[in-house]
């Protein structure tokens, strides 16, 4: 570890790996804090979508960036004009749905037995997963939300070597994500420099601190994959490292002045004594796990969201004026007070005078409900199922799943592709602990995570449950895959192995069979399983 008492805070910014261990540059002196061109494209739409799903005070805090001022509209004018409109969060119901359907079962989670050293360590990980009681399944939600609101996250693995000596892995945001670049390294494509924005707490020293308040400050963490000094091998290959440069802003600025930052701490990550060959940083995305900014899965839903917004604004703003009745009278004294009510009378000595009320009538508020109605409907087309009325007539299962096939697919996709990512993070904790040579050796025989794509709840119907039963009277499937089978169709709970399902068939053996006709389907599979 070295420190540096006052850094310039800039770092050069190079074309691959090994372009930057000879410091040779494309774009010159940048500062270390600079973001990746997609970073600037994406961050506005990442804010918008932050805002819709924290819900109605966040949409309306941000004021004229989603709701235009009406003309000639005082502040405090516009200020009513957004307190009586009501946002109809769609999206953030649509991703609870989402979320909620995909983990409606327990993620497959397949590790070393914990007989071997491994295997602990992975049984520790799945355990608390980030050194925060976290468990891995947790994990694995927090990064399915993330993905399904902005489209981007990333999780960091590292090595704790102070106390308990053990794999970890941290979840960093899309908003945090700030720069990255990709270089060729010995024929692969593999992310060559990482940049995150994070915050560092540090401990309050002396008597003038609040212990209750712990000291926070804005840190960037630098990972980047630098060459070796060995001359690459006859066929080409040279060792690359993972080096962590740790960068804070200068103490004692101005807040109204630029931030300068200072170099603090640099290190190279070590395993087995070893320096890490790659970066361990995964990528979480809704359709791949490169580093490339993918489109956010609900960005159709989030535009179609605010446009109802906005008319239900100028809706509410209509009824407000126009809902009311307004009283009006000709011929009385302009002094004379006049209040409505059943125990007051009007009355006037000016022959002709007339009274009554004012009344909204036509079709113009009629023209935002219609409006509204269609984007809602619109809405469960683009994918919030959960909003749309339900048909009133009876709907065969199959006739739903086809009606619904297309949004699943999207989730499908979605739930395939976290878990390729999430397999590749416990990957990585397999390799921490072992001593394979690169993470990619650790291969899914070892180390596997696969998310619920199964979204249907109808489960299985006795004819499917009999033609499982066959298959395996007739040895094309094994007893193993015949419950797994059961297991997926809603027959047997989660949690409950085939192990626990044979011994539970074992002991209802001695069980008094059931009259003829009493029986179910189920009963007749777990009969036959016994005779296995």
Known sequence: MRHAAACSGVRRACAGAEGRAKNACYGGVVP???????????ALEWSRARDVLSGEDAVKAAGVKYLPRLDSQTDDEFTAYCKRASFFNATARTAEGYVGLIFRRPPFVKVPESSDGVGRALAGFVNDADMLGTTLA?????????VMGVGRAGSLVDWEDVVEKRAYVSLYSAEQIINWQVGRVNGRNVPTLIVLRETATNPVVGSGGDEFVPETVEQIRVL????????????????????VDIWQPKAGQKQATKTEWQLVETRTPLRLGRPLPLIPFVFHGPRHSRPDVDRLPLTDVISINMDHYRLNADYKHGLHFTALPTAWVSGFPKESSLRIGSSTAWFSETPGATAGFLEFT????????????????????????????????????????????GE????????????????????????????????????????????????????????????????????????DTMFELFRKGEILPDGRTNEDEAALIGSAKAAPVPASGQGTAAAAAAGMAVAA
């Open 408 to 479: 699943q697919s999207v989730l499908s996709s979605l739930a395939t592709s976290v878990s390729e990512s999430l397999t590749d993070v416990v990957r990585w904790v397999y390799w921490w602990n072992s001593t394979e040579e690169v993470p990619d050796a650790v291969t899914s025989g070892e180390v596997l995570i696969q998310l619920n794509t199964d979204f249907s709840t109808k489960g299985m119907d006795s004819l499917e449950l009999q033609a499982v039963v066959a298959a395996w009277q007739s040895g094309a499937i094994s007893r």
């Open 224 to 243: 980047s994959l630098v060459a070796g000094d060995v001359a690459p091998d006859a066929g080409g290959r040279r060792d690359y490292h993972c080096q």
């Open 138 to 146: 947790a994990y694995s939600k927090d990064v399915v939300w993330e």
């Open 32 to 42: 270390v804090n600079s973001t990746h061109a997609d970073y600037d494209a994406s």
């Open 362 to 405: 036509g079709q113009g508020l009629t023209t935002f409900e219609r409006a509204m109605d269609r984007d809602e409907r619109s809405m469960a087309v683009l994918g919030s199922r959960l909003l749309e009325d339900q048909k009133k007539v009876g709907e065969t299962a199959q006739a739903i799943e086809l009606r619904q096939g």
